[in-house]
């Protein structure tokens, strides 16, 4: 009946408290956790964490990475604590620009568009980008679709640019660079552009 509030049953209480279990989980391990180790960290039996998790995901709490073995924080998540100010980027895509930078032997950035205009969400802090070069280059080409490319900073760096269109609208949301020295990204090889790509793709759910 609408409106009515409905009593638990024995089991839900239980239930709720390992969904949050759950939530929380995945919050502390960060975007690609999977269904294996959340049920090895909470004990939980693997036929309860798949459920719970299946769950989760249909009610937007969750969501699963590109690559379908791991989760990361949904958007109803991160409702809970009220609208981010236009430039804050959640915790999650933090971290997976922070494990690219482990990955790579560049400097890595998250740009993002709001409103027309381009900002440094998450600029390098071991490799700062130089006097605004980088995000001018961001504006001169948004307005082509942002496609990937490699640009030059300058005679000696240069930068490789990935596009984050948002998940949930298509819209061109941020921006990923991977900055370095001009002769190493001169032709950059295919695991680099294949891990900017994955990366992409896990913050296209993260971002608005």
């Known amino acids: 009946m609408s409106g009515e509030t409905l009593p638990l049953s024995g089991r839900q209480p239980r239930a709720v408290r390992n969904a949050l279990s759950v939530l929380q989980q995945v919050a502390r391990a960060g975007p690609g956790v999977t269904a294996k180790e959340i049920s090895a960290a909470l004990r939980l039996a693997p036929a309860t964490t798949y459920r719970l998790l299946n769950v989760l995901v249909e009610e937007e709490y969750l969501v699963r990475m590109p690559d379908l073995r791991g989760f990361a924080l949904g958007r109803r998540v991160s409702s809970l604590a009220g609208p981010r100010p236009a430039h804050e980027v959640p915790a999650a895509a933090h971290a997976v620009v922070a494990r690219l930078r482990d990955q790579v032997r560049f400097g890595v950035h998250l740009a993002g568009f709001t409103e027309g205009l381009v900002h440094l969400t998450d600029p390098d802090p071991d490799h700062p980008p130089a006097d605004g070069g980088l995000l001018a280059e961001l504006a001169r080409i948004r307005d082509d679709g942002l496609a990937v490319r490699r640009f030059a ?56």
Do not use: F, I, M
């Open 153 to 208: 900073l300058g005679p000696h760096h240069a930068c490789l640019v990935q596009p984050v269109r948002s998940a949930a609208n298509g819209r061109l949301a941020a921006a990923l660079a991977v900055c370095g020295a001009a002769g190493r990204l001169e032709a950059p090889d295919d695991r680099l552009v294949h891990q900017l790509k994955l990366s992409a793709e896990e913050l296209a759910l993260l971002v608005v």
